[in-house]
């Protein structure tokens, strides 16, 4: 069985770039560290942590994915992020794309939805 990709939401994601030691992520996890464009995104406002992600993506450490209009992926999302189901909460976005990929690499019928970012 190959290793499972993972998803980082911001939050978590953060933590590691706050502290410039997110080499403990592509270190553990060689080729598996997938950044959802909705977490890229979210790093954004704080500028020096976009650029740290930027200088691994440069290096092919991470992969950045992001989810494609129009697709089940997409309505997920959109649910998860806005309107929820009755008893349920509205998650934020880069949480929502990181559960959704997730989702996708356990149930591989709906992996069309992701894509590469370019």
């Not at 959802?36 to 976009?50: C, M, N, R, T």
């Not at 929820?84 to 149930?107: C, D, K, L, N, Q």
């Amino acid at each position: 069985m190959t290793n499972p990709p993972l998803y980082f939401d911001t939050d978590c994601l953060s933590a590691f770039l706050w502290v410039k030691d997110e080499s403990i992520l592509t270190q553990l996890y060689p080729g598996r560290v997938i950044i959802p464009k909705q977490v890229y995104d979210e790093l954004g406002s704080v500028p020096h942590l976009q650029e740290r992600i930027d200088i691994l993506l440069g290096r092919n450490e991470v992969k950045l994915l992001e989810i494609e209009a129009d697709t089940p992926a997409a309505e997920l999302y959109a649910e998860l992020t806005g309107s929820p189901r009755p008893g349920h909460a509205v998650i934020g976005r880069g949480e929502a794309a990181s559960a959704w990929g997730t989702v996708i690499y356990r149930f591989p019928a709906s992996k069309g939805p992701l894509r590469p970012c370019t």
